[in-house]
């Protein structure tokens, strides 16, 4: 809790002396924009968070064949942490994007389990820009990902299995907002049930106030969770500063619907620059 109360303290720091600019990315907000990065530009992002996990299912595990689901024994709290979280995204030409999310080292406690702890899941994905915005007109594009199996899920951290996303992603500008939405499907292994997935479908809604100094953003988002094979429903709302290459986010998250994030607060810095004209 001392590390979370000092992050908070550091950013807000930066919020009062600090001056704004322009970048792309929002690290805390799980809805992508449709803007591809310009070409030759690259990001990386660094940042943590702490969730507090609520109902997570744990302990043995059995098939109900009346129903095809799979049942767990337990629901429990757990502590989870996700430090450093590292991205980095590159614009590739002028229609294209390409991006990289690690959540590098994750730990997670409950008083039944104990302490587990393990490498995240690197996570790759690819925006085609289709549309650029009209008067009337949003921008869209076509993002492709893929999860790779990097976790295991004996740690019951992860799944160890590969997942594939696919969204289509439109963004408008109306005054001094920004509205995001996405829409897609996201194929999900079991590693618990051979030759079994779930296909599922995921979205994105958010909204983006610019200010002179200080973004303020808030979403309803359905994507990949934290607990394995989940895709819980969550709302996010939060603050991005600028200055200069450098954009500083601080973002709470809490859930509306399905297993997984109780709540959490998530925090990061995005520095961009330039690697060729």
């Not at 614009?91 to 406690?109: D, T």
């Not at 915005?133 to 993002?143: D, H, V, Y």
Request: with cysteine; hydrophobic share 40%; glycine share 10%.
């Amino acid at each position: 809790m001392k590390m979370q109360k000092y992050l908070v303290v550091g950013i807000v720091f930066c919020f009062i002396y600090l001056y704004p600019s322009s970048c792309l990315a929002i690290l805390t907000m799980l809805t992508e924009e449709a803007a591809t990065l310009q070409q030759g530009n690259m990001e990386i992002e660094f940042g943590g968070s702490y969730f507090q996990l609520k109902d997570i299912p744990r302990g043995k595990i059995e098939t109900n064949s009346s129903v095809g689901s799979t049942v767990f024994s337990e629901k429990i709290k757990k502590d989870h942490i996700r430090a450093p979280l590292v991205g980095i995204r590159y614009g590739i030409s002028r229609y294209a994007e390409f991006y990289i999310n690690w959540p590098a080292y994750i730990h997670q406690k409950d008083e039944i389990a104990g302490t587990q702890s393990d490498v995240g899941d690197v996570q790759v994905f690819t925006k085609l820009r289709l549309l650029r915005e009209g008067k009337t007109t949003p921008a869209a594009s076509f993002q492709i990902g893929t999860k790779l199996p990097n976790t295991s899920n004996e740690s019951g951290l992860g799944t160890n299995e590969t997942d594939f996303f696919s969204s289509v992603l439109f963004s408008k500008w109306v005054g001094k907002f920004t509205f995001h939405f996405n829409g897609g499907i996201a194929i999900l292994s079991n590693p618990e049930m051979e030759s079994r997935q779930k296909d599922r479908f995921i979205y994105g809604v958010g909204v983006v106030y610019h200010t002179l100094r200080t973004n303020i953003f808030a979403e309803v988002n359905r994507g990949l969770g934290i607990a394995p094979f989940e895709t819980p429903v969550v709302a996010r709302a939060g603050l991005i500063y600028k200055i200069v290459s450098w954009s500083f986010d601080l973002g709470f998250s809490s859930k509306i619907k399905g297993i997984g994030e109780d709540w959490g607060i998530i925090a990061g810095a995005t520095y961009t620059f330039r690697i060729f004209e």
